[in-house]
């Protein structure tokens, strides 16, 4: 929960540079969350390929297997980013308009009705297309929220990780040290038994005890 909050707070600085209001003096991290907002904003430029543009906005890896798509409140992520409820409403009035609309019916058909029903209720298709520009590039920060996160998490368990490697080795380095000095140890006790153990053969046989 309280990393979910982390992310969050991340998210809400981030569009709050955006806007220009004030917000938490920001962090290394946060600042590189900034930079990857910038890129999630940024406008398509026709001379940049397109695959490096998918990377500047974190989009576009491919996904990983058995892989569910997470459950996110979305509607906290758009109001974080600024979008109005309204704006919001009519975006998804439009979304619901073409699921009912039949699969096999022509494009152009589809085109026609939904411009029929705006015009009806007299909304601009422009605020419509704004609003989903606006949630595409909320979505995008996010992703990039996210994945700067795990990055930071992923360099400290991989520094972790080696620095256990780096302990386990010293340990095995000591047993192995261990193991050396007990059988040198043994090898001599027993050298030396040995060695005074022949003297017995020289010395004339024990008398035998008396009873």
Known sequence: MSEQRGLGNKFKRLFLEEEGGEAAPPASAA???????????APH???QP?????????AGAPPLPNVEP???????IYK??????DDLAQVDRVEK?????????????QKQ???????????????????IKRQQRALAAWTGVVKQDADKR???????????????????????ERARSRAAVELACKSQGDAVGRILDFLPAAAPESK
């Open 80 to 85: 974080t980013a600024g979008l109005a409820e």
């Open 154 to 176: 992923d360099a400290e368990a991989h520094a972790r990780i080696e620095s256990l490697r780096a302990e386990a080795l010293k340990l095995e380095h000591a047993i192995e």
């Open 113 to 131: 009705i939904l411009e029929g029903t705006l015009k009806t209720f007299g909304v601009d298709p422009q605020r419509i297309r704004d609003s």
């Open 31 to 41: 600042e590189e969350v900034a930079a990857l907002a910038q890129a999630a904003n």
């Open 70 to 76: 997470a459950k996110l409140d979305f509607k906290d």
């Open 50 to 58: 397109a695959a490096t543009q998918t990377a500047a906005t974190g």
């Open 45 to 47: 430029d026709p001379a």
């Open 97 to 109: 308009l073409l699921r009912t609309l039949p699969a096999n019916l022509p494009l152009e058909t």
